[in-house]
């Protein structure tokens, strides 16, 4: 009997309603046809607690492809972690900065590029300082060596008093951990 029309009615399982000239159907299988793949959209895509998107969390295998939406959103997520950290967008901003980068990717770049530092990231405190550990921690070192001295040699004395004696016996050294303190 002769096929008089094939209607595809499952592609997922690869079957096909053919109509024969008879009038009948019939259900056979279609060799060759692949199943339509699954689309990943940015809907898709979850956050992660502090409401960026979790790209890690797409798992696609084979048969699977990734909208372009989710390309663009990878690359605003990077423009975006690069403006926070830079200091010229602050994370508070990040979400309202997100959208904004999502519609319009240039305009963003423009908002961002004309930004001024947002965020003073220089070092301060005991962490500051040029080189290896910076200075303070230098100074602190050379200090804790001469108070070990002072206590091998009386060990009656107590370390803040050994502390102090070295502080007073060395004021430039007493005088630049002062000035390294403050800034």
């Not at 199943?35 to 798992?59: M, N, T």
């Not at 663009?72 to 690069?82: C, P, R, W």
């Not at 950290?85 to 519609?103: C, D, F, H, N, V």
């Not at 602190?140 to 370390?159: F, H, P, S």
Request: aromatic fraction near 4%.
């Amino acid at each position: 009997m002769a096929v008089k029309q094939v209607v595809l009615s499952d592609r997922a399982t690869c079957k096909a309603r053919v109509i024969l000239e008879d009038g009948s159907e019939t259900v056979l299988s279609v060799e060759g046809l692949l199943p339509e793949p699954k689309v990943i959209r940015l809907s898709d895509v979850q956050r992660d607690k502090e409401g960026r998107l979790d790209f890690s969390s797409l798992a696609h295998d084979q048969g699977t492809l990734i909208a372009g939406e989710v390309f663009h959103a990878q690359q605003v997520q990077g423009e975006l972690d690069a403006a926070v950290t830079a200091g010229k967008i602050t994370p508070a901003q990040r979400p309202a900065m997100e959208k904004l980068a999502l519609s319009d990717l240039p305009a963003f770049r423009e908002f961002v590029a004309a930004q001024k530092q947002q965020v003073d990231l220089s070092e301060r405190g005991f962490a500051g300082g040029a080189g290896e550990g910076g200075d303070l921690k230098k100074v602190d070192a050379r200090i804790g060596e001469l108070v070990k001295a002072k206590l091998a040699a009386n060990k009656d004395q107590t370390y803040g008093q050994a502390f102090k004696v070295v502080l007073s016996e060395n004021p430039d050294l007493a005088r630049r951990r002062a000035e390294l303190m403050r800034d």
